[in-house]
């Protein structure tokens, strides 16, 4: 990305063009950048009361930003690990989702992509449906089991009340259950011929198939660290909390 004093005048089509960040930027700042492609970044940022400052620096914090490693998310205790999967999903919920969704029912198109766009505006809201309904249900079951089980590891339930949490549905029966968001994106791959276009496919297009291949990868990523990180120790903690029920009813 140029220098601020070089870029003021370059069209929001260009700076997109250039770095399909830049949409999601302009985004955050509540821009639809299809609706105003044709104009220059400083008449946008004078017509939203924005400073080009801010926008770039923005971009830089984004392209900057840097996820925690497996292996450094695997060294964290559990309670860590949750915490950094319900940032993620608020991070979905807030952002990634409603950048999508606003592309999807704003851009207007003509040609190809026409019947694909009125194709992705009834099936995107049903993966946004099914989607919020999975990250309510993990967070009200296996987030809440694995918050419930360290507090009876603290000794925070009578020794009943932990026998019974125990006859709750385990951990490894929700990880049997976890659905794995790769597989509810196969429809949008499908729809969009596995995100190919040609060169000439408009930018916001582009933008648009950029995006939702990114957010297929984030899913994947994170159903991993849930997968392989997550469960794992959930499991461990449950036997822990299970050994230590055990101990203390053969000590009474």
């Known amino acids: 990305m140029p220098q601020h004093s070089h870029i003021r005048k370059r069209s ?22 299809y ?21 770039i620096s923005e971009l830089q914090a984004r392209a900057w930003r840097k996820e925690p490693s497996r292996e450094e998310l695997y060294l964290h205790p559990i309670e860590v690990l949750v915490e950094y999967l319900k940032n993620k999903h608020h991070y979905f919920l807030r952002q990634e989702l409603p ?3 606003s592309i999807i029912s704003g851009v207007k198109t003509v040609g190809a992509y026409e019947n694909l766009l009125a194709d992705l505006r009834l099936l995107f809201p049903l993966f946004v449906d099914d989607f919020i309904h999975h ?8 987030f809440n089991r694995i918050k419930t089980l360290q507090e009876v590891e603290k000794n925070r339930f ?16 929700l990880a049997e259950e976890h659905e794995v968001h790769d597989d509810e994106m196969k429809g949008i791959r499908k729809l969009t011929n596995g995100y190919r276009l040609d060169s000439k496919a408009p930018t916001a297009i582009k933008v648009l198939y950029h995006e939702l291949q990114s957010f297929e990868k984030e899913l994947i990523i994170h159903a991993r660290i849930e997968n392989d990180l997550l469960f794992p120790k959930a499991i461990e903690l449950e036997r822990e909390v299970k050994r230590k029920i055990i101990n203390t009813i053969k000590l009474n």
Not at 135 to 142: A, M, S
Not at 159 to 170: G, N, W
């Open 12 to 33: 929001i089509g260009d700076l997109v063009q250039e770095n399909y960040v830049f949409a999601g930027v302009l985004h955050y700042f509540g821009i639809s950048f």
């Open 99 to 101: 950048f999508l969704s």
């Open 135 to 142: 990250i309510h249900e993990e967070e009200n079951t296996l």
């Open 158 to 173: 009578r020794l009943d009340e932990a026998v019974k949490i125990l006859h709750q549905p385990s951990i490894s029966g």
């Open 35 to 55: 609706d105003y492609e044709q104009q220059s970044l400083e008449e946008v940022c004078k017509k939203f009361r924005i400073g080009t400052k801010q926008l």
